[in-house]
């Protein structure tokens, strides 16, 4: 439970936010985030959401929360989440429909995709205001001498690719793009729409009320209560 340093007394306490008017980033009717955090409610505590809405082959842009882990809870339609994990350097998709989550710790680089119309995402982070690092800021930001010659690239075909990417994208691809995507975006998440294995959780940590959890070589007396 986090420390609460709020004065439950003061005149200004707030119990109450309409999260339908905090508005994030607006695309379009259909593609937009709303959020909120402490900012807009002052006794929530170490806790924060973005309320996520997609139409069909739209991404929340790859980026990293580097103050929060992610619990992204799937509402309505579907969608692929996927991250990188940086100790195994492996790309996880996973597919989620409604009432499905994923998770992803703070730190990692990830993205998701809807892979329908009116998919309706909530993302809960374990801070009061979640951080982000946006791929979009990264790649117009970063000197295009610094990419060619970090990865020995042609850097006016570098300058060429990113040219489009003049603001924070936070849902992409726009509108106007003229570019094919919708059928490579389609195999992407077709991929990955077959739900991942479920695991058995280990059951060592899951005690149960005769032989509570502890780690090994540890020995503390049973709670009586």
């Not at 008017?21 to 009717?29: A, I």
């Not at 729409?193 to 005769?210: G, L, S, W």
Request: proline share 8%; aromatic share 14%; net charge negative.
């Amino acid at each position: 439970m986090a420390v609460s340093y709020m004065d439950f007394t003061a005149p200004n306490v707030q119990y109450f936010s309409d999260v339908n008017k905090n508005r994030l980033f607006t695309g379009d009717n259909q593609n937009y985030i709303n959020s909120l955090g402490r900012n807009n409610l002052n006794t929530l505590g170490n806790v924060s959401l973005l309320d996520i809405y997609l139409s069909k082959g739209k991404v929340v842009e790859p980026h990293i929360h580097q103050n929060a882990s992610e619990l992204v809870y799937c509402i309505s339609g579907s969608a692929v989440v996927s991250f990188i994990n940086p100790f195994t350097k492996k790309l996880i998709n996973i597919s989620i429909t409604p009432g499905q989550v994923a998770n992803i710790p703070q730190g990692w680089w990830h993205y998701e995709i809807a892979s329908e119309d009116h998919t309706h995402l909530l993302a809960i982070f374990d801070a009061p205001y979640p951080e982000v690092i946006l791929g979009s800021d990264i790649l117009r930001l970063t000197p295009a001498s610094i990419w060619a010659h970090t990865y020995c690239l042609d850097e006016n075909e570098w300058k060429e690719a990113v040219s489009p990417i003049t603001n924070s994208v936070f849902i992409g691809p726009p509108d106007d793009c003229n570019r094919n995507v919708d059928s490579s975006v389609h195999d992407y998440y077709q991929q990955y729409a077959i739900q991942p294995q479920y695991v058995q959780p280990n059951q060592q940590y899951y005690p149960t009320y005769n032989q509570p959890y502890y780690p090994q070589g540890h020995h503390f007396p049973r709670n009586p209560y």
